[in-house]
């Protein structure tokens, strides 16, 4: 929380007076005690995040490989390439186990 100057518009810093902690002005003599707890919270609202894959339907026509699962063993899984940095970057490989029971997904 930001407070301001009403004489010269400057942001008020907290210090420890010789009685109680208050607000100061370092430019203009301005001083303003604190007398109660001052506490402001404000929560952004956070935005909707894009599924970059392009969500479940994107797994529906792609290829398997012989890569085997990180967490089950299985040993294919499904495979798409999609560009997600700059043109010069390579591509970034995700994949998906075959495995119904386990659909782990990891990236290379």
């Known amino acids: 929380m930001l ?23 370092t430019t203009c003599p301005y001083v303003r005690n604190v007398t109660r707890k001052v506490t402001s919270r404000k929560y952004p609202r956070l935005k909707e995040v894009d599924d970059v894959l392009g969500g479940a339907a994107a ?11 990180p967490k089950c063993e299985h040993p294919r899984a499904y495979f798409m390439q ?18 119904p029971q ?5 990236r290379d």
């Not at 386990?102 to 990891?106: F, Q």
């Open 3 to 25: 407070l301001f100057c009403p004489a010269c518009g400057n942001v008020l810093v907290a210090e420890e007076g010789s009685r109680c902690h208050r607000f100061a002005c």
């Open 59 to 69: 797994w529906e026509n792609v290829d398997s490989t012989a890569e085997p699962c």
């Open 82 to 99: 999609i560009q997600t940095r700059s043109a010069d970057e390579p591509m970034t490989t995700f994949y998906k186990c075959c495995n």
């Open 102 to 106: 386990c659909g782990h997904r990891w």
